[in-house]
Nanobody, 128 residues
Framework: QSRLVESGGGTVQPGGSLRLSCEVS????????IAWFRQVPGKEREGVSC?????????NYADSVKGRFTISRDNAKNTVYLQMNSLKPEDTAVYYC????????????????????WGQGTQVTVSA
């Protein structure tokens, strides 16, 4: 079992930055891919970014955030970060982190069915 807790959300103006954190407890996360998803009311939860485990640290990004968001992990702190720059109003959503159900085999996926453990979410609002 894993417990994931997100933090760092808030309200920011367009063009601003936020850094989200996802702290994983209950199991060491080093072997697992961790992903960030986001969801707005009435829409499907969509994958934003993921980082593979097993020491590979390969990253994957949705096209909508490439070049603006950066995912990283600190296995010593059991924490994954999502640095979000050049934020746009369309980035407004509840952001969730999630842990893969099995140890990493290679590049991580942004398919939500791959992830078995989820945090409670943190709200990000981009507004002038």
């Amino acid at each position: 079992q894993s417990r994931l807790v997100e933090s760092g959300g808030g309200t920011v103006q367009p063009g601003g930055s936020l850094r989200l954190s996802c702290e994983v407890s209950g199991t060491t996360m080093i072997s697992y891919s961790i992903a960030w998803f986001r969801q707005v009311p009435g829409k499907e939860r969509e994958g934003v970014s993921c980082i593979s485990g097993g020491g590979r640290d390969m990253t994957n990004y949705a096209d909508s955030v490439k070049g603006r968001f950066t995912i990283s992990r600190d296995n010593a702190k059991n924490t994954v970060y999502l640095q979000m720059n050049s934020l746009k109003p369309e980035d407004t959503a509840v952001y969730y982190c999630a842990r893969d159900w099995r140890p990493s085999l290679g590049l991580c996926t942004l398919a939500k069915g791959q992830y078995a453990f989820w945090g409670q979410g943190t709200q990000v609002t981009v507004s002038a």
